[in-house]
């Protein structure tokens, strides 16, 4: 089920006291009009009823999807221990997941409900951009962003920004999964955890992988 509260909030720019409706826990499923707020980050923005200013608050949510079965909680803090709570999802099947950021959540969802694998997405993501260096079409410190666009017909789709430039890469799903398969060490993970499987979670893989962590 999905919860929310209404908690009062001081508005950071004219500092008056209003009341906003924030959502702890999203369920899909149950209820599919709260996607869209999710995708958008729209559950997390919020108007000023003084002074009409616009901000985030990106406070901890719970997103479940039964259906697709995982559950990603957004928190930019280390959640403590979970394992209870997390043990008899695992059974069920659940993908369990931290996003730091907005973004990352978005993107997570799409990567899911695409039945997509987020360990090869970031890895399709890290071969992308030692491609993309090797190619020599850009220097890495003109990239903005590294963006998952969307898995079809076993081709994973990804994208990477320079400014107003942009370059895309279409990667084989089965050779990421070949991959993944003959490094099954390297890439193991912890879903009791809820990781948070990200670009700075593939840098450290590599970089252990050559001692250097
Ligand atoms: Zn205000």
Known sequence: MSNSETIKYTCPYCGKEFDVEIYNTVNVSQDPDLKERCMSGDIFRHSCPHCHSDFMIQNPLLYEDTEHRFIIWVSAKELGD???FAKPLIAKGYTLRRCATVKEFV?????????ANDIAVELAKYDSFIDFLDSRKGKAEDVTSIDYVYTKDDVMKIDIRMDDKGMSFLIPVSGLHDELEANKEMFEIEDEQFPCINSDWILSVFMKAQGNA
């Open 82 to 84: 979970l394992s209870s």
């Open 107 to 115: 993107e997570k969802i799409q990567i899911f409900e695409d039945g």
